[in-house]
């Protein structure tokens, strides 16, 4: 069965801390993804890697980072929290990029609070 | 660019009675479509998916939906709605020819079921 993790369901730091958000697939997946979720706007797209130690800016990269240096893991990080990063975090891995066979899966998301 | 508009934020619906929620796109080229669901606390989970082909397109849990290419459409429907559908529901697109593959989504629509 398809499975994505994420290390920590809730998660709670002081402004200024560095966070690390990691996220493992063990389906053998490509591509790897990184969202955040905040109501009203859906999902919005941080960063994505489509292989080991590549990576792509998505929608709203600011104030974050990624690296991926194992095909199956994929870290999100906060150099410096601040408050309006407060969110809930989902991950998400895919085979392919686009066709018919396209479709990520998502893991079940860490919710941070930033203090 | 791309976007998606899901118009209602929150719907009601008595168990038993039928379900449609709605989807807008807007996009270039012919899009490959999708509906998530997430229920409380969890990451979200492919409802069904449209590539090509038949515009109505069935999918798990007994929903379905159909492509309306006039309209710029993609609603989804359920015949009669179980307490278990509670949950919030997002409309996706992603571009065929985005080096990305990035998924667009929605707002989501949060959906209640009334006993």
């Known amino acids: 069965d398809v499975k994505v993790t994420q290390s920590s369901r809730y998660l709670v730091k002081r402004t200024g801390e560095k966070v690390f958000l990691e996220c493992v697939q063990d389906m053998d997946h490509e591509n790897m993804f990184w969202y955040r979720q905040d109501p009203g706007l859906g999902l919005r797209l941080i960063y994505f890697s489509y292989d080991v130690k590549m990576k792509e800016k998505g929608d709203i990269p600011e104030g974050y980072s990624v690296s991926r240096e194992k095909k199956e893991r994929f870290s999100l990080i906060l150099e410096s929290a601040s408050t309006n990063q407060t969110s809930m975090y989902l991950c998400?891995?895919?085979?392919?990029?686009?066709?018919?066979?396209?479709?990520?899966?998502f893991g079940p998301g860490t919710r941070l609070t930033v203090t | 660019a791309q976007s998606v508009t899901q118009p209602d934020i929150h719907i009601t619906v008595s168990e038993g009675a039928s379900l449609e929620l709605r989807c807008n796109y807007s996009y270039g080229a012919t899009p490959y479509l999708f509906w998530y669901v997430q229920s409380p606390g969890q990451g979200l989970q492919l409802l069904l998916k449209y590539f090509s082909g038949d515009t109505l397109v069935q999918g798990i849990k007994g929903f379905e939906a159909e492509f309306k290419r006039s309209q710029s459409s993609f609603n989804l429907r359920k015949p009669s709605v179980h307490w278990s559908d509670a949950a919030e529901y997002f409309c996706?697109?992603?571009?065929?020819?985005?080096?990305?593959?990035?998924?667009?989504f929605g707002q989501g629509t949060e959906l209640s079921v009334k006993p």
């Open positions: 996706a697109v992603v571009s065929i020819y985005n080096q990305g593959g990035k998924l667009i």
């Open positions: 998400a891995s895919s085979l392919e990029l686009a066709g018919p066979g396209y479709e990520q899966y």
